[in-house]
C-alpha cells in the first residue's frame, strides 16, 4: 500500500507531533491509518469540504490556529525549562520553537540544492513563529524577524504563506494534497491571500519566498536527521542578535519573544 508520507504526518497532527511519539505510537498510528485507508477502498483521496471542516469547528477544545507552545499534542501541556537572562536565537530553537525539526529539514535540502545562503536561512526560519501562532504565520513569522534579518530573508518568510497556494511547474511546486485535507478540496484562499501572490508573482524577489515553499515539501520525514550545527555560521552571518537578548531589547516584536518564552503567563 502507498502511504503519501505528507497526509500521514498532517493526520497526527503535524511533524512536531510525531517527533513527540515513541516508536511504538508511531507503529501503531500507522496501522490505524493504513486501515483507514482499506476501509475506504477508493482509488481517489478523499478530502474533506470547507463545510465539513468548518462543522467540526464546536467539536474541538481547541482551535486549530493556535501556536503549539499553548496547546499540548497528547495529554497535558509540560512545565518548560526556563529561557536566558539574555537569550538568543539558538536558545529558542533548543528551548521554545517547535516546528525544529520540520525547518531544519527544510533548510537541509535547501542547502543540499545549492540554494543562496537568504534561501536557506529563509527555510530555517519560515515556520517556527507557528510554536506562537499559526493563522496567517507567514506575515507573524515575517514580521517578527524583521528587526533581525534581511529584507530579502524578511519577504521571503512573508510571502511563502501566499504562494503555498499556488502551483509553479517551472520549478516543481505542484499543490499539495495536504492542503486539500486541511482546508478543504473546494477551498478558495480569500482575497488577502490572492493579492499578496499577485504582487509576489511579480516582484524581483519572487523566487526566494516561492523556493521556500518547494523546500517545505521535502521536509515532512518522521526518521529525517537534522542538526542545527550545519547552520550556525549562516545564522551567525545572517542574524543580527540583540546585546539585551531576544524579548528584552526594547524592539517593536519583543513582545512575541517574551510570549514563547513565559507562555504560562495568564495575562
Not at 128 to 153: C, N, R
Request: hydrophobic fraction near 40%; glycine fraction near 6%.
Amino acid at each position: 500500500m502507498d502511504i503519501d508520507r505528507r497526509l500521514f504526518i498532517a493526520s497526527l497532527g503535524g511533524a512536531a507531533a510525531v517527533a513527540g511519539m515513541d516508536h511504538e505510537a508511531r507503529a501503531e498510528a500507522l496501522e490505524d491509518y493504513m486501515s483507514d485507508m482499506l476501509e475506504a477502498a477508493d482509488d481517489k483521496p478523499k478530502f474533506p469540504t470547507v463545510a465539513e471542516l468548518d462543522a467540526q469547528i464546536e467539536t474541538r477544545g481547541f482551535r486549530r490556529g493556535a501556536g503549539s507552545v499553548f496547546v499540548a499534542g497528547r495529554g497535558n501541556v509540560t512545565k518548560l525549562p526556563p529561557m536566558p537572562a539574555k537569550a538568543t536565537l539558538l536558545d529558542y530553537f533548543n528551548l521554545r520553537f517547535s516546528t525544529v525539526n520540520h525547518v531544519l529539514q527544510s533548510a537541509t535540502d535547501a542547502m543540499k540544492k545549492g540554494q543562496s545562503e537568504e534561501i536557506v536561512f529563509a527555510c530555517l526560519l519560515h515556520d517556527v513563529v507557528q510554536t506562537l501562532i499559526k493563522t496567517d504565520h507567514g506575515w507573524w513569522g515575517a514580521q517578527m524577524f524583521e528587526p533581525y534579518v534581511s529584507p530579502k530573508v524578511t519577504f521571503a518568510i512573508r510571502y511563502h504563506q501566499a504562494l503555498r497556494f499556488y502551483a509553479d511547474h517551472s520549478v516543481g511546486y505542484e499543490y499539495p494534497d495536504l492542503y486539500k485535507r486541511m482546508f478543504g478540496e473546494d477551498y478558495e484562499p480569500p482575497p488577502h491571500i490572492e493579492a499578496a501572490y499577485k504582487f509576489a508573482r511579480n516582484h524581483k524577489w519572487y523566487m526566494e519566498p516561492r523556493m521556500v515553499t518547494v523546500h517545505d515539501l521535502y521536509a515532512f520525514d518522521p526518521n529525517a536527521k537534522v542538526s542545527i550545527e550545519p547552520f550556525l555560521d549562516i545564522v551567525g552571518r545572517q542574524f543580527k542578535q540583540p546585546k539585551e537578548g531576544l524579548g528584552n531589547d526594547n524592539s517593536a516584536v519583543a513582545h512575541m519573544w517574551r510570549t514563547m518564552a513565559f507562555p504560562d503567563t495568564p495575562l
